[in-house]
């Protein structure tokens, strides 16, 4: 039984996708099982508290004396990004495994520190890129990978999101993370060269970061990706925060597979309301359950260090891009 | 107004769906045609109720009944013929692109301008339904304010073989300028702003042999901060692949149509096919809006868009060979020297 702490209920934001995605999964998880929570602070203190409460587990004080705990195999990290590497690296040095939200660090210099740690200290370390876990991601990265539509050589991908909180770094580092890692995930190949156009088109506030988020990728063997992400406004029937368009077209030398990511899907009805249930596991459950599988088997995790660092190396040059109006390297 | 002559000057296979649109309405009537090869021409009259026909065309322009041209030539002609047309005092429709240089655009425009008549480019998308649809939920203000766009019109038929002109650079002035003209067109259309910017990817698929790319990826920043992506594909496979998908977003709602969301799906031993809703003629509208133009009637695209639109072209041809983006006014350039 792999024993889990969860460490903090905060994110980006007033992103708490501990309580919203990863406690809700962990608590499902066969051969897993909660001991100990901890807050990230002040903030999140009470959540924590609660938690602990229903769970009937302690809520330490402090990290160091929740990473102390023999009892404790793995950390589900859910910190403010500002404190997330160093949670992740405390948490490796006290020969913890680690589920780390994402992004997995603020900037590509710390995911290279936490790999320098990671190095030292061997174990498991997911980052949280649940997307490319997504049963049509998994089915659609296998035809490709059986050569399907032949060699593919252009990928188009939707990540629209309708309401729920802008996230105050903006939108490139929160939601464009998923599909850059999917389209890495399919491809199998490493971006050379990003070009970024980026807006403001929802949300009024004088310095709000952008809401929308082009990303126009060029990757080796002259492979070209292009993501369109964005948080709207809500919408009508659509609970906020909710993936209202998440695509992927793969155009290969003999075919196109076009994935719809928000399958599978039930549609159902009422009198007041619609909803799209999920069939069968959802992306968070298959990455909960599969970082289990590389706990306690030692079989590499379906997702780990280089794929983050991959994310934060077409993140830098999306930065770089921002800056300079033009397409911008890929750094290796 | 009485029944205008209209003289077709190329009779290749574009210049069909000219003719059915001319032939189902009572506005205008076909008064001959012209193409470089007399014998296309002698074809295409007597297949049209023996139209009169020709290979020089100053010699059609001075046809008595000939009030208005509608050009199906190679993008590389249009000037020359356009130029002549204003200089018969005729009306003209013209095949997209206008021409395949700002500079040669402008100067069209102008000299219809001081020949007091009309000259309209054949951007049918803006008459197709979903085009005229798309823009109708905007003109509402059902979606706010248009910020954003996606447009990908994708297939695989590629031009017949090598003969083909389009194929060459240098007579439809690449792929941008014959096609993607379409959709750079619609998508400003659309948003109704003012494009400043083009960055775009271009690929050579079918072969590496082809001087134009048959895939192409246009990105268009807008003057007000919208943006617009857009794919044009003949480089799809299979070869019977044809996909179009639409994405406008605006401040208050989105607008989207899947690429099947005009057809009924048939499934056969051959496998799945779409049929296509029966729709509007977006070929007879066009011709409406530019017989409606002769007296002043809102001609749906004007002059100015035509050469805009030519301009984002040439930005898009031009960014994929420096591989950065091209600002617009680098277009305009020539023109203003």
Known sequence: ?332 | MSEVGVLVVGAGFIADSHIRALTAQARATLAGVVDVDPARAAAFGYAHGNARHGSDLAEALTWPDVDAVIVCTPNDTHVAIALDVAAAGKHLLVEKPLATSVADARRVVDAFAAAGRVVAAAHTHRRYDYGIAVRSVIESGAIGTPVAARLSILGGWIWPDWRAWVLDPERSGGHSLHNGVHLLDLVTWWLGDEPRRVYARGRRQTAGELRIYDYLEMTVEYARGGTAVCEMSRAHRPGSFGYRDVLVAGTDGLIEQGWDAESSLLFTEGGLAQVPASGGDAFARQLGAWLDSFDGGDPVMSPDDAVLAVALGVASELSIERGEPVELAETFEAVRA
């Open chain 1, 1 to 332: 039984m792999i024993g889990v702490l969860l460490a903090g209920f905060a994110g980006i934001g007033d992103q708490d996708h501990q309580s919203a995605m990863y406690l809700p999964a962990w608590r499902a998880q066969a051969g897993a099982r909660i001991v100990a929570v901890v807050p990230s602070g002040a903030g999140d203190l009470a959540t924590a508290q609660k938690v602990a409460a229903e769970l009937g587990v302690p809520c330490r004080d402090h990290l160091d004396a929740a990473l102390a705990d023999n009892s404790v195999d793995l950390v589900s990290v859910a910190v403010p990004l500002a404190q997330r590497a160093d949670v992740v690296t405390a948490a490796v040095r006290a020969g913890k495994h680690v589920l780390a939200d994402k992004p997995l660090a603020a900037t590509l210099d710390e995911v290279e520190a936490i790999a320098t740690v990671l190095a030292a200290h061997p174990r498991v370390l997911v980052p949280a890129l649940p997307h490319r876990l997504a049963s049509p991601v998994l089915s659609a990265r296998a035809a490709l990978a059986s050569g399907r539509v032949g060699l593919p050589w252009n990928v188009q991908a939707d990540f629209l999101v309708a309401g729920g909180s802008l996230a105050p770094t903006g939108e490139l580092l929160n939601l464009a993370v998923h599909p850059v890692d999917v389209l890495h995930a399919l491809l199998g190949l490493d971006a050379l060269r990003v070009h970024v156009r980026r807006g403001n088109y929802w949300h009024d506030a004088p310095d709000a970061p952008e809401d929308f988020v082009a990303l126009l990728i060029d990757y080796d063997n002259g492979v070209t990706g292009t993501i369109a992400t964005a948080r709207t406004g809500e919408l009508d029937g659509v609970a906020p925060g909710s993936l209202i368009r998440h695509r992927y077209r793969i155009s290969g030398s003999h075919g196109v597979l076009d994935v719809n990511a928000g399958k599978p899907a039930l549609s159902v009805r009422t009198a007041s309301a619609a909803s799209s249930p999920w069939v069968g596991a959802g992306p968070v459950a298959a990455l909960v359950d599969a970082t289990c599988r590389a706990v306690t088997s030692g079989a590499k995790a379906p997702v780990g260090l280089d794929d983050a660092r991959h994310v934060h190396r077409v993140l830098d040059a999306a930065y770089r891009s921002l800056g300079s109006g033009r397409p911008e390297g890929v750094t290796t």
